[in-house]
């Protein structure tokens, strides 16, 4: 019983975090990316302010750059000579312009709502990590994935709960891992295609579930049937 409740209890991190994601981050991340796609280039002569909701033009000097590709890689640039906005400027790769630049170089960056958003140097630009993005397809996949790992543990907490004491608990083995694998692999299978292809963020909850549903029965199916020791033996 000890563990069914713990069960249970664990399930609302997930399933609160996929509230957050629906609710909240989704539509954050869609308003952000249709804010930046409708904003226009600040007015000429208009003063510099550390937070505007215009597109606006800076010139930067590369103090430095850093590009460690591995697993983890991480690609940053520092910059300096601006009003506001100096520091450091993170990027998702090391191309095109960043690993062109050099220290002293001088860029032009585009800058919305106080983060830079891309640079630029002799006609090529390179966007960074602070641009908005349409990818709305991951998020979701990131939610689906915490709403359905919520599911599993309210089903496996509840089945401890409520099963007959003698009976065998549902093995990690022949339930747990091969739904948490298909439930990774639904979801990335899913979510990654649908980013490439520019399917609406809802298809992929809308093909993750039903999948889910289908995997869960097979997985079930294929499992032995519980077995209850015999009471009037141990009586």
Known sequence: MRIGVSLLILSLAPALACFFVFAVWLPSDM??????????????????????????????????????????????????????????????????????LQPGDRVTATVWRGDITALSRGGVRQRTSEEPRDEPQMTSAIGT???????????????????????????????????????LTACAGVGLPSVWLGFPWWLVPTLVVPLMVCTTWLVHRHQPQPRYRDRRARS
């Open 145 to 183: 994935f915490l709403g359905l790992l919520a599911a599993l543990g309210l089903w496996f907490g509840a089945t401890r709960l409520t099963g007959p004491p003698d009976r065998k608990p549902l093995p990690w083995a022949g339930y747990a891992r091969p739904l948490l694998i298909a439930l």
């Open 31 to 100: 308003e952000r990316y249709r804010d930046y796609g409708e904003a226009e280039s600040c007015a000429t002569g208009a003063p510099t302010e550390e937070w505007e909701d215009c597109l606006r033009t800076a010139s930067f000097t590369v103090d430095s750059t850093k590009i460690t590709q591995s697993r983890s890689g991480s690609y940053r640039a520092t910059l300096s000579g601006a009003p506001f906005w100096n520091g450091t400027v993170a990027f998702g790769d090391p191309g095109p312009l960043l690993r062109s």
